[in-house]
Each structure stands twice: as structure tokens, then as C-alpha cells.
């Protein structure tokens, strides 16, 4: 290219270079749990009567909450059940990677100063947006070829060449799809934390929408892309339209990126941010005062999405716990007592499986405030500070104190807005035990992962994305094990394993003080050791 895109294939090169191992670690995580899995579904359900009883499961509104709508038309096969399963969760994962390589080539490196530097060579100044949109193109396109050939590989029952193809390329075109989307954003965002938040909270919106309308009335899905990947309705019509509406959306928000780019001013954004106060006030006379004025919105925002979230999947609580109870067959064995028992059982089941991602959430709200710590010295942000009467313990623990508390207030918030909205709409509410079982039960898992946060920014800076590759790993074990016959021990691995079925099952209190323990010793070690490193 020449002009505005002036060394575009160097800028090109130096990012698959610079991004190599990012991209092999996700291709590993993804491409293995979709092919492994892929060639397991024959065996898990190869028989008309397993298919036939999963598909019941997948049709109960905690299900399609989750995989969205199971829209296959009878006679139901393998194939049918594994693109039901896997399609939403592969998208979302799609989609997180897409973000974080969308805005880490681009606003990320204006942020840090890289970008002016590269301009100030022989580089179109458009250069390295269409660097990084051709890399989006790369690697989804390379996934998705790797997701054909899994599905091919793995002859799953019921399954044909042309929806092998569809299920490739849809996961690949959700994936380019909200990469151009977090490139717009990128340009739109004053800075690369805000890009960050603005499209991960977008995704949220989505996905919230999403679940809504799956559950209430799956034809309202349209209106979120999230959700358009459903609607290919994979192995049974196979339509191509939502792939093309994928595709459109993305170039339309690469085309205005490119056009934003080709105006923009380094540095700025096109929402222009408030001015601040001209004097400034007791909170920023402390570190710990300063990071909470810093992550006032993202906290704010975390705490907010977290609440709706858990409100949206506790309102079907209701549905949920009819399930039993609509079916004549259970109301003539089962008495009231009983049908109550068992509709309970459900909903506690449900709850277990929800707190999984309540952890998630959490645990990250945190870690991203604390990884703040390595990013802010890096950059040079905080050698201000470091010339002030301030101790380097007093600065770490200001970041570690923030992000402990958000991790544990979004957990507790996100818990709480599932328990309480969803005990609002059941006539029979469950007790209020179960509420604290489950924040006992799994918080301890959420400091953990905070406290390896806190480890690794301090002692192991260099390694600290290792933490997103076993966050997801655990994740993803945790969810998929029991259907591809995984062994326990396998989800042992992260303490998503050890917390076991609460609050079906009864707490584990040497697993919590364990836990517990183990975040203590993590977060002296951290502190210790970024005392003792030099600074970045």
C-alpha cells in the first residue's frame, strides 16, 4: 500500500511477530477444547435416546440462558447437540480475544507513546489500523479454517460438509465482527482503558439482551448481534444470512474507524472527556485515594453490570423452578412436598452453575486493577510518586487493596442480584442459607485468583498473562469437563474444582480456610517481592 497505508505489510509483520505467542496460546486453549470436544460428542451421545434427553435439558430456560435457543427440528443427531453447546460459548471467547488484540495494537500503543514514534517514520498514518485489521482477518480466519477441519476430523453424527463450513466461519465472523467494533471504539475512547471498558461493556449489553429474549421470545434475538450466531441454525437449515450480517456490521464500523483515524489527533478521542476540578480534593492526597479516583467508572461500571446481570439470570428463577411442576406425568407421582423439593434442587443446581461466571467476573474486575500496577510503572506514570516520601509497600497495597475489594463487592453484588431477584419471583422462595453457602463457598476462589493476580504483578511481572490462559483454563474446564467424561482431578486444577456443588452440597470449610490461606500467603509474597524488584 502506498500513501495513508504506507508500510502496512511491515507494521503487519511486527505484530504477528510481536503477538506470536498470544496467538498461539489461544489457538491452543480454543482450537484444542473445540476439537477434543468435537471428537468425544459421538461417544457422549451416539445413541437417539442420550440425544434425545440432553436436548430436553438443552430446551429448559436455565439452558438456553446459557447455549441460547436449541432451534433443531426432530429427528435430532450429535451434531445438532454439539453446535447448540458450543456455539455461544465459542463465540464469546472469540470475542474476548478480538478486543484485547484490537485494542492493545491500537490504543494501547497511542497510549504508550509507540504510535507516535512509528508515525514519525515513513508510515501512513492509516497504516497501522489496516495492520491490525488484516491481523483480525488473520488469525479468525485461521481459527475458523482450524474449526472446519476439527468438525471434519471428527464425523459427528448427523453432520454435513456444508454445516461444517457455516460453524466454522460463524465463529470466525463473530470474532472479526466485534474486533472492527472494539477498532472503532479504539478511536472513540480517550484512552486504551476506555476502549477497553466500552467494548467489553457493549459485549455485556449484548449478551444480556440476548439471554432475554432466548428466554422470553427467541424471535426479539435479532436485535443483538450477539446473538445473530444462533440464528444459523447450523446442521438443520443452515443460513447464511447471519454470517453476512456479521461480516457488513464489522466493515461498516472498520470503514468509519478509517475514517476517524485518517482526523483524529494523537492522543484524543472523538467523546471528549469532562474537564476536572480545578483544585483537586482530599481523596487524591493518598496512593489508595488516587487508584480510587482513577477507576471510579470502571468500578462504578463493574458494580452496575455485575447487579443487571445477576438480576437477568435470577429472573427466570420462576421458569426454572416450573419445570417439574408443569409436567403431569412428575404432578401425578410427585405430591406438592415433593415437586417443591425437587423444583429447589434446580434452582440450587442453577446457582452453582451461574456462580462459575459470578467468579469470573469478579475475579477479573479485580485483576485488571491490579495488573494496573505493572502497566502505570511501565509507562511511567507513578515515578512521581516513587520521588515522594511514599513506600513502594504503600503504593502496591493501595492497587491490591482496590482491586480485593472490587473483586469481593462485584461477586457479592452480582450473587446477590441473581439470589434476590430470582427468590422475588418464585412462590416457594428458597432460604436465605443458600445465599450465604454460595457467597462462602465461592469467594474464597474469586481472592484466590486475585491473590495470584497479586503474586505475579509483584513477584512475576513478566508472566502476568499467564493468569488469563489458567483463568479460562479453569473456566472452561469446570463447564465442558463432565460432558467430554473429564475426571475430577482434571478440574481440580483451579479452585473452581474444590469449592464442589455449593449450595447443593454442604460447605467445605477446610477447602475456604485453605483458600483463604493461600490468598494470604500470595499476597505477602507479592508485596514482598515488588519491594525487593527494581522498577520497570
Known amino acids: 500500500m502506498k500513501g495513508s497505508g504506507a508500510k502496512t505489510g511491515y507494521l503487519l ?7 506470536r505467542i498470544k496467538h498461539l496460546v489461544w489457538i491452543a486453549i480454543l482450537v484444542g477444547l473445540f476439537a477434543s470436544a468435537a471428537t468425544k460428542f459421538n461417544v457422549l451421545f451416539g445413541t437417539q435416546t442420550d440425544i434425545n434427553a440432553i436436548v430436553e435439558t438443552l430446551k429448559t430456560p436455565a439452558m438456553v440462558s446459557l447455549f441460547g435457543e436449541f432451534s433443531a427440528t426432530k429427528p435430532y443427531t450429535t451434531a445438532n447437540v454439539f453446535a447448540s453447546e458450543m456455539l455461544v460459548f465459542m463465540g464469546m471467547f472469540m470475542v474476548f480475544m478480538n478486543i484485547s488484540l484490537a485494542i492493545s495494537n491500537t490504543r494501547a500503543e497511542e497510549d504508550s507513546g509507540l504510535l507516535e514514534m512509528i508515525r514519525s517514520r515513513t ?53 472479526i465482527m466485534f474486533g472492527f467494533i472494539s477498532l472503532l471504539i479504539a478511536q472513540l475512547a480517550n484512552n486504551s482503558r476506555s476502549a477497553n471498558f466500552m467494548s467489553y461493556g457493549l459485549y455485556g449489553f449484548f449478551y444480556i439482551v440476548r ?11 435479532w436485535l443483538s448481534p450477539v446473538g445473530w450466531i444462533q440464528k444459523t441454525a447450523i446442521y438443520t437449515d443452515d443460513h447464511w444470512l447471519p454470517v453476512v450480517m456479521m461480516l457488513v456490521l464489522g466493515v461498516l464500523c472498520l470503514a468509519m474507524a478509517i475514517k476517524i483515524v485518517g482526523t483524529r489527533d494523537i492522543g484524543s478521542g472523538v467523546l471528549s472527556t469532562r474537564n476536572g476540578h480545578g483544585k483537586a480534593g482530599k481523596l487524591l492526597s493518598s496512593p489508595l485515594g488516587l487508584v480510587l479516583s482513577i477507576e471510579r467508572n470502571s468500578i462504578i461500571g463493574w458494580i452496575f453490570g455485575g447487579f443487571v446481570l445477576g438480576a ?4 427466570i428463577f420462576s421458569t426454572i423452578g416450573d419445570i417439574i411442576g408443569s409436567n403431569p406425568t412428575y ?4 405430591g406438592v412436598t415433593q415437586i417443591n423439593a425437587a423444583n429447589r434442587e434446580l434452582i440450587l443446581n442453577f446457582l452453582n452453575m451461574l456462580a462459575l461466571f459470578f467468579v469470573a467476573i469478579a475475579a477479573i474486575s479485580g485483576i485488571l486493577i491490579i495488573f494496573r500496577l505493572k502497566s502505570d510503572d511501565k509507562k511511567g506514570y507513578l515515578e512521581i510518586l516513587h520521588s515522594k516520601s511514599i513506600s513502594k509497600t504503600r503504593l502496591a497495597l493501595s492497587y491490591f487493596s482496590v482491586g480485593i475489594l472490587v473483586s469481593v463487592v462485584v461477586f457479592a453484588i452480582t450473587l446477590a442480584g441473581a439470589f434476590f431477584v430470582g427468590n422475588s419471583t418464585l412462590a416457594n422462595p428458597i ?19 486475585v491473590g495470584i493476580a497479586i503474586f505475579l504483578t509483584g513477584a512475576l511481572p513478566k508472566l502476568t498473562n499467564v493468569l488469563w490462559v489458567y483463568l479460562a483454563a479453569s473456566i472452561l474446564v469446570k463447564m465442558f469437563g463432565p460432558l467430554l467424561n473429564l475426571s475430577d482431578d482434571v ?3 483451579s479452585p473452581l474444582g474444590w469449592v464442589g456443588k455449593v449450595p447443593t452440597e454442604k460447605l467445605d470449610v477446610t477447602v475456604t480456610l485453605l483458600l483463604f490461606a493461600a490468598f494470604l500467603i500470595l499476597t505477602i509474597i507479592g508485596i514482598v517481592g515488588y519491594n525487593k524488584r527494581d522498577l520497570e
Open 13 to 19: 509483520r511486527a505484530n504477528l511477530k510481536q503477538n
Open 123 to 175: 508510515v501512513g498514518r492509516l497504516a497501522p489500523t489496516y495492520a491490525t485489521a488484516l491481523e483480525i482477518l488473520l488469525i479468525n480466519g485461521l481459527m475458523g479454517l482450524l474449526y472446519v477441519v476439527s468438525l471434519i476430523a471428527a464425523e459427528l453424527n448427523g453432520a454435513t460438509m456444508r454445516g461444517d463450513i457455516l460453524m466454522g466461519v460463524s465463529i470466525a465472523s463473530i470474532g
Open 211 to 221: 439471554m432475554m429474549t432466548d428466554v422470553s421470545d427467541p424471535k426479539w434475538t
Open 312 to 315: 437477568a439470570y435470577g429472573s
Open 331 to 334: 404432578r401425578k407421582i410427585l
Open 431 to 449: 432460604a436465605m442459607k443458600h445465599f450465604w453457602e454460595t457467597m462462602l463457598g465461592f469467594l474464597p476462589a474469586v481472592l484466590f485468583f
Open 491 to 493: 478440574a481440580n486444577i
